[in-house]
């Protein structure tokens, strides 16, 4: 059964910096892409930042130039650099995993069926 454990939120203010780690393990098939997701309240989760095991990274726009996503080769451990923090960066910041065997970039939820629980990041003004 694949967990994913999440690490490195907190309360930070406005223009900090933050970096989240995702550890991953049981395994059973390799996953080639993984991503961190946010949901603030009220609204509904959104894809941040996605690499695959070549690489390749994803963001939205939204963290572009600020937030950088990395890992190890086998995305056994994922990494969620955040710098410049702003008050809407305040979430729940969800880990997840992809498909086994399958390699793309993506933000959509419905490709991801693995997911951590959570760690809370809030950003006061």
């Known amino acids: 059964q694949v967990q994913l454990v999440e ?6 203010q406005s223009g900090g ?3 989240l780690s995702c550890e991953a393990s049981g395994y059973t098939e390799r996953t080639y ?7 603030a ?7 941040v ?9 994803k963001y939205s726009d939204s963290v ?9 080769t086998a995305l056994k451990t994922l ?6 923090l702003e008050p809407d960066d305040t979430a729940m910041y969800y880990c997840a995993a992809g498909n086994p065997w399958v390699l793309i970039l993506s933000l ?9 629980q959570g760690t809370q990041v809030t950003v006061s003004s």
């Not at 959509?108 to 951590?116: C, I, K, N, R, V």
Request: contains cysteine; aromatic residues 14%.
């Open 17 to 19: 910096s933050l970096r």
């Open 64 to 72: 572009k130039a600020r937030f950088t996503v990395s890992g190890d």
């Open 49 to 57: 930042a996605c690499i695959t095991s070549h690489g390749k990274t």
């Open 7 to 12: 690490s490195g939120g907190g309360s930070v």
């Open 108 to 116: 959509e939820e419905t490709d991801f069926p693995y997911w951590g």
């Open 79 to 84: 990494y969620l650099e955040m710098n410049s």
């Open 41 to 47: 309240p009220g609204k509904e989760r959104e894809g």
């Open 33 to 39: 892409y993984m991503a961190w997701f946010r949901q």
